[in-house]
């Protein structure tokens, strides 16, 4: 398994709560990324990251954000949570150049907002 | 049609009979990368197959790339209870753009 770690694992939280999922790796790779995935269904990107201080979003329209201030840490953050946005998120990393290499997979977290 | 479509959506099989899941692609590639995702985990890759390879082998794993059509396909041979998992393709774009997954194919392997 890849030494990517999410946390928490499960979040069940109310509406408009603010949360923060956090995402870290210790390969020391530049590039970084999280995608949301429904149960059985496909993965959508939404964030990606190719260093510290780059950000970008992805092709899902998400009214998450997120922050690279640290190479191993890349947390996305709801200002407000709301039940559209039960998922599970799924954070990523890879080292080589973009999109040519494999990336590596964190087990996720499962959001549900109630 | 989405980027990446795969092919069954779900297959169920007995141990040591072999499976073969089905992957289509819509622009160029200069890579297809095949994934496993086992329930309530993140996806483990498996094998990438670059775009001027036709076939590539990792233990029990044949990947083929059929570039003319667009469609790659994933064989696992005398398959396992543990090889029960959902399997994405994902294509790796020739620029700038991002590595677009499949919907996946779950498959069942029957001890």
């Known amino acids: 398994e890849a030494d990517i770690y999410q946390t928490p694992r499960y979040l069940v939280i109310g509406t408009g709560k603010k949360i923060t999922l956090e995402c870290s790796q210790t390969m020391g790779h530049d590039k970084m990324y999280w995608y949301q995935q429904d149960p059985g269904m496909e993965l959508h990107l939404i964030h990606y990251s190719y260093g510290v201080n780059s950000t970008e979003k992805g092709d899902l329209s998400s009214e998450s954000t997120v922050s690279r201030i640290r190479t191993e840490h890349f947390p996305l953050t709801l200002e407000s949570a709301r039940p559209s946005h039960t998922s599970q998120y799924l954070c990523?990393?890879?080292?080589?150049?973009?999109?040519?290499?494999?990336?590596?997979f964190g087990n996720g977290t499962r959001l549900t907002v109630t | 049609s989405q980027q990446g479509e795969e092919d069954p959506q779900a297959l169920s099989i007995q141990e040591g009979e072999n499976a073969t899941m089905n992957c289509s692609y819509k622009t160029s590639i200069n890579n297809l990368q095949w994934y496993r995702q086992n329930s309530g985990r993140g996806l483990v890759h498996l094998i990438l197959i670059r775009s001027n390879e036709r076939e590539k082998h990792s233990g029990r794993l044949r990947v083929t790339l059929d570039t003319s059509k667009k469609s790659s396909s994933l064989l696992i041979t005398a398959s396992r209870a543990a090889d029960t998992a959902s399997y994405f393709c994902a294509s790796g774009p020739t620029s700038g753009s991002r590595l677009t997954f499949g919907e996946g194919t779950q498959l069942t392997v029957n001890p």
């Open positions: 990523a990393s890879s080292g080589g150049t973009l999109y040519n290499s494999p990336l590596h």
